[in-house]
């Protein structure tokens, strides 16, 4: 139940194109759901978070689109840039008096070409 | 500026050689968190402080254990490395007093184990 499925395991998408990528949980206590970035040698970088009471949030490129009923997730990245190329890490956590745990997806390698 | 600092960045340790990693913060975050991370895996955690407080994850091996002597720093430490521990190690914080909430990554330290 603390599972989080992410989809693709890999990607390519071309330079200027919609990158996918989805999760789903089945756990209905998480309350928080964060997307990371990590590139190669470095630590993941949160790229953007949702909580479950949007449906969806963008920032820039960056979009998140959350279906509770469903218990899915998703990041859409809009006119995709060599420089996106990483691994995507979807994750989530629930509220636990500051002893909060990130379940990790697990991990979505983006490729962008030319 | 950096804020979540982990040294060194690489060690190499001999088979059941101890060996401690570091990890301090500038962010005068409660929460500090320890993840190992294999090759094309997503983060796995070992353990995580709240304040003084440790928790350990039920799977973490006992050859591993970490001390916190103040908020800002944290130590990893592996009594004796087998093989199968080289891996990136990466030390993570959050502020921990308002729910989940983003966790800040230092670069990770690469553990090789000749």
């Known amino acids: 139940q603390q599972q989080v499925k992410q989809s693709p395991q890999s990607l390519i998408v071309q330079k200027g194109g919609i990158s996918i990528i989805n999760c789903a949980y089945e756990?209905?206590?998480?309350?928080?759901f964060p997307w990371y970035q990590q590139f190669p040698g470095k630590g993941p970088a949160l790229l953007i978070a949702?909580?479950?009471?949007?449906s969806e949030k963008k920032e820039g490129r960056f979009t998140i689109s959350f279906n509770k009923s469903a218990k899915q997730f998703s990041l859409h990245i809009m006119d995709s840039q060599p420089g996106d190329s990483a691994t995507y890490f979807c994750a989530a956590s629930r509220s636990n008096f500051g002893n909060e745990k990130l379940t990790f997806g697990t991990g979505t390698r983006l490729t962008i070409i030319p | 500026d950096a804020m979540v600092i982990q040294n060194p960045r690489y060690q190499v340790t001999q088979f059941g050689k101890p060996v401690t990693l570091s990890c301090s913060q500038t962010l005068n975050h409660n929460v500090m968190y320890w993840y190992q991370q294999k090759s094309s895996q997503a983060p796995k955690l070992l353990f995580h402080?709240?304040?003084?407080?440790?928790?350990n994850e039920a799977d973490t091996p006992d050859n591993f254990q970490s001390r916190r002597p103040n908020t800002s720093f944290c130590f990893l430490d592996i009594r004796s490395p087998g093989l199968g521990d080289a891996a990136m190690y990466l030390c993570a914080t959050s502020r921990g007093d308002r729910g989940p909430d983003e966790q800040y990554f230092g670069p990770g330290t690469r553990l090789t184990v000749t």
């Open positions: 756990n209905t206590a998480f309350d928080y």
């Open positions: 402080y709240y304040d003084k407080d440790f928790n």
């Open positions: 949702i909580r479950p009471d949007v």
